[in-house]
């Protein structure tokens, strides 16, 4: 059995205020800035090894979910992600936030998508929740 091709999303973005500022709205379901409030119901237990579920998509229908792996408050957030979208692949996405004179240079890496238009579709969605981060600071 041939191993499915995957493909890597780099997004980056600058982000108007401090990381610690960015990293705490960017993990807190209650700001609407982050797919963890977007997501309906969602659960986020934000800690290494705790799991997340959310429904995203037309009629809050399309389950997304996974684990923490790695979390360094102001620094970096990783967790795996799978969806429909991901064709049951266990991708993986990292977040850093590093400080850029009075902003935040954001990147998120998602690595292990399916090199297809679902994979490719999740540009797209990063890219409306780093627009969010962006928006809630200005």
Known sequence: MSKAK?????????????????YTAWMDPR????????????VLQAKVGGLFYVRMGDDNKVPHFGR????ERGRRVRHTWMSP?????????????????DATLMT????????DAFGRSHEEG?????????KRFK
């Open 6 to 22: 995957t493909m890597t999303l780099n997004l980056k973005r600058v982000i108007p205020a401090p990381p610690a500022k960015a």
């Open 31 to 42: 700001q609407a800035c982050n797919p963890w409030h977007e997501g309906k119901p969602s």
């Open 68 to 71: 923490i792996l790695t979390l």
């Open 85 to 101: 979208y991901t064709r049951g692949l266990e991708s993986e996405v990292a977040v850093t936030f590093k400080k850029k004179g």
């Open 108 to 115: 998120l890496r998602h690595s292990g998508l399916p090199n």
């Open 126 to 134: 990063w890219g409306y929740f780093l627009g969010l981060m962006a």
